[in-house]
């Protein structure tokens, strides 16, 4: 038995969707713990590509229970858009597969109203977000004036906080963003609806996993974008509004830290980013253009082209060290099968000085350039293997460099999209 966090290990983006669906096969539980519809997991099964924002990616397996936790801030337009979509497609046969917790926030047409003009307006200081109202849900979620589920489910209650909230929003919105106010009809008339079509789907998220624990079942919690977009830990203001990193697990879900056997950070073979916000190994180049189409480098969410650049090891030691990740996933390693060269960063230089240690001070950061090594690339196709031994001798010592530079072992390599382009070196449900 074990249960195991999955988180990303770079800034969003790595190709959590897809080791979350290959552990699903060993776990019982699959659990979001933070973030929303922000998010965008890309499964391809077969030949058939499902993109999830809201629901655990595990929601492909018949019969394994998939769960939203009450970290998380949910949309209830798209949590039943995509339930639709899954049932179109022949997943979701037994509703009872998908449970919600009751105290999750619910994101509000004024959050995303205010969220998108918050960025309009805010010139060159704008955070790039999703403009799905992520940080205006979290921010009133902390703030003490949050919706949540078990709000929406009583009409009375419902009605009464919206009440509460639109003055102030609305004021918000229109005196100082410039936007039309909302109406309170119209949200109560939507909201209701939703609230009768999700009501079945609610439930008490830290009970049902704590019993399952019990009952010596093994939980998979899938994290959403990546730990340098942590509220607390990444490149802060340029980040999301939850706990990204594996602590995140226990708060957003309610299950206790002792209870947590591995933390498998998950990261490309090179970077990503997308959004506002330093990223020193960005490359503005040929090189970075070839990233991006090799590795088809475009939003599943927004469709934004994302900024792309060579393996960042400072940032990924960050990465292992605030999530005491236990082992590393590294996913598109197939997107530098033709490059001659390949370079890694091992530490920033900073007027002269030689930084290891990822900064804190983001004027630091964005002065940071990066100290390259240099290994020979592979020129191969890798995307048929599916051991090590089947790798050619240059990608093996690439996955050698990237453990000695980050100090944390491979235990997953995948060199496709599909289920089956995938090298597991290691099984974190197996101890030992
Ligand atoms: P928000 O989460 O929409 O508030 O956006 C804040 C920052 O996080 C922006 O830079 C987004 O591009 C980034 N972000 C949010 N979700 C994801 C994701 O799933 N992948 C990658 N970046 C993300």
Known sequence: ???????????????????????????????????????????????????????????????????????????????????????????????????????????????????????????????????????????????????????????????????????????????????????????????????????????????????????????????????????????????????TVAGGACTGTGVGPRFIDEVIGISKAYVTRVGEGPFPTELNDEMGEHLRQAGQEFGSTTGRPRRTGWFDAVALREAVRTNGMTGLAITKMDVLNDLDTIKICTAYSYRGELLEEFPQDLEILKESKPVYEEIDGWKTNISGATTLGELPATARSYLQKLEEVTGCPVVLVSVGARRDQTIQVKNPFEKG
Not at 54 to 72: A, D
Not at 177 to 194: F, K, Q, R, T, V
Request: hydrophobic fraction near 35%; proline fraction near 3%; include cysteine.
């Open 1 to 243: 038995m074990a249960n195991v966090i999955i988180v990303g290990a770079q800034w969003g983006d790595e190709g959590k969707g897809k080791v979350v669906d290959i552990y699903t096969e060993y776990a019982n539980d699959v659990v979001r713990y933070q973030g929303g519809n922000n998010a965008g997991h890309t499964l391809v099964v077969g030949n058939e590509k499902t993109i999830l924002h809201l629901i655990p990616s595990g929601i492909l397996h018949e019969g394994k229970r998939c769960v939203i936790g009450n970290g998380v801030v949910l949309d209830p337009k798209v949590f039943l858009q995509e339930i639709e979509g899954l049932k179109k497609k022949g997943y979701l046969k037994d509703d009872a597969q998908l449970v919600v917790d009751r105290n999750v926030h619910i994101i509000m047409p004024y959050h995303k109203a205010i969220d998108i003009a918050r960025e309009k307006n805010s010139g060159d200081r704008k955070i790039g977000t999703t403009g799905r109202g992520i940080g205006p849900t979290y921010e009133d979620k902390i703030g003490r004036r949050g919706i949540r589920l078990i709000d929406l489910v009583n009409p009375q209650t419902f009605a009464r906080k919206v009440k509460e909230q639109l003055p102030e929003k609305n004021f918000i919105l229109e005196k100082l963003l410039g936007e039309a106010p909302l109406s309170e009809e119209a949200i109560l008339d939507e909201y209701n609806e939703y609230a009768r079509a999700l009501v079945k789907y609610l439930g008490n998220a830290s009970v049902i996993l704590n019993k399952s624990i019990e009952a010596r079942h093994n939980v998979l919690f899938e994290g959403a974008q990546g730990s340098l977009l942590d509220v607390d830990h990444g490149t802060y203001p340029y980040v999301t509004s939850s706990s």
